[in-house]
């Protein structure tokens, strides 16, 4: 069951990964006189990957106490090796 909760928790991560990309391709399309701008774009992303993962860890605390530290641990790792991954192929290119 604990196998479970990790693979649960890395899909999560991997999840949460979509709005950087998101904010990424704002930022690149914010124009000089935009009102996001480049690093208001940036942050949105991150403020909402955080969010999906907290919200994410909150609901496992509330409803499956016991293995809320494996769920957790799997959606950090799915998120870093998620963003690992992206950086790496993006400095292949």
């Known amino acids: 069951m604990i196998v479970v909760a990790v693979v649960i928790g890395v899909i999560v991560g991997i999840a949460s990964f979509a709005p950087l990309i998101f904010g990424m391709n704002k930022a690149r399309s914010a ?27 909150v609901v496992c605390v509330k409803l499956f106490r016991d293995f809320a530290v494996p769920f957790a641990l799997g959606a950090a790792g799915g998120l870093i090796v998620t963003a690992v991954v992206f950086g790496i192929s993006k400095n292949k290119r």
Do not use: D
């Open 31 to 57: 124009g000089p006189t935009s009102n996001l701008g480049h690093a208001g774009a940036l942050m949105l992303g991150v403020l909402i990957s955080l969010v999906i993962l907290v919200v994410a860890i």
